[in-house]
């Protein structure tokens, strides 16, 4: 972008100085000067515009590349190990259950009683 315009304000000097030098009328060359300044502005504008439209372009694929990935890691489903973590670490109610119990509230507060309980040791279940 910079050698277009370091090559339009070249171009737009000499042309200056031969309108100047080709003995015409001030007001003919403060035209022409004036419609290539507007030619250089609309050149600088559309170059300008296409920058832009290209760096939209790859922000918007960028914007669908990361949208993506954070679809594909939100559904991609747990691992077997992370499974296994989550059922091994005890939920804050755990046992609450077992504990706010009446009789085991009882069983507790005497000295030496035996306290049975009844169920399948195999079940591992503690909500």
């Known amino acids: 972008m910079l050698k277009v315009f370091k090559r339009v304000a070249s171009r737009r000097i000499k042309d200056y100085f031969?309108?100047?030098?080709?003995?015409t009328?001030?007001?003919?060359?403060?035209?022409?000067?004036e419609a290539l300044a507007m030619k250089e502005q609309r050149t600088a504008t559309a170059d300008i515009h296409m920058d832009v439209r290209n760096v939209q372009s790859e922000v918007v694929e960028i914007l669908d590349i990361t949208v993506n990935n954070?679809?594909?890691?939100?559904l991609d489903p747990p691992t077997q190990r992370s499974i296994d973590d989550e059922k091994k670490r005890p939920q804050d109610s755990s046992c609450r259950w077992f504990f706010d119990d009446a009789e085991f509230k009882n069983w507790k507060a005497c000295d030496n009683g035996i306290y049975w309980v009844y169920g399948n040791?195999?079940?591992?279940?503690s909500s």
């Not at 031969?18 to 003995?23: D, E, I, Q, S």
């Not at 009328?25 to 000067?33: E, F, G, N, S, Y």
């Open 18 to 23: 031969f309108v100047l030098c080709g003995n």
């Open 25 to 33: 009328d001030v007001k003919d060359a403060l035209k022409k000067l």
């Open 70 to 74: 954070d679809l594909h890691s939100w």
């Open 121 to 125: 040791g195999a079940s591992q279940s």
